[in-house]
């Protein structure tokens, strides 16, 4: 059995974490730099997936929002939420092109 690449781990935390509602509520904010983060590595789609997948997902929504933006995508959110969506849609574009320059 081979071992995941250390990309992957952080993919299954990101689902292992999202899909309980308890670490959703008390882990709000990490949770959010890990998805911005990871979402960096050319995969938002995935990351997407597994926020709504969270039975918190309505906590999420200025995520789901950012992402969606980031992706091209309509977003569902609207007023002070749109402002947020727009803020990490740029955080993960920021994330990406560190991780481009890093490359």
Request: charged fraction near 25%; include cysteine; glycine fraction near 6%.
């Amino acid at each position: 059995m081979s071992k995941p690449s250390s990309r992957e781990h952080f993919f299954n935390e990101l689902e292992t974490f999202f899909s309980h509602a308890e670490t959703c509520r008390s882990s709000f904010r990490m949770l959010i730099h890990f998805a911005i983060q990871l979402a960096g590595t050319d995969d938002a789609r995935r990351v997407l997936t597994i926020v709504e997948h969270s039975p918190e997902a309505n906590l999420f929504a200025p995520l789901v929002g950012g992402l969606r933006i980031y992706l091209g995508e309509t977003s569902d959110a609207v007023g002070i939420s749109d402002d947020i969506a727009r803020q990490i849609a740029n955080r993960i574009k920021e994330a990406a092109g560190a991780r481009q320059a890093v490359a």
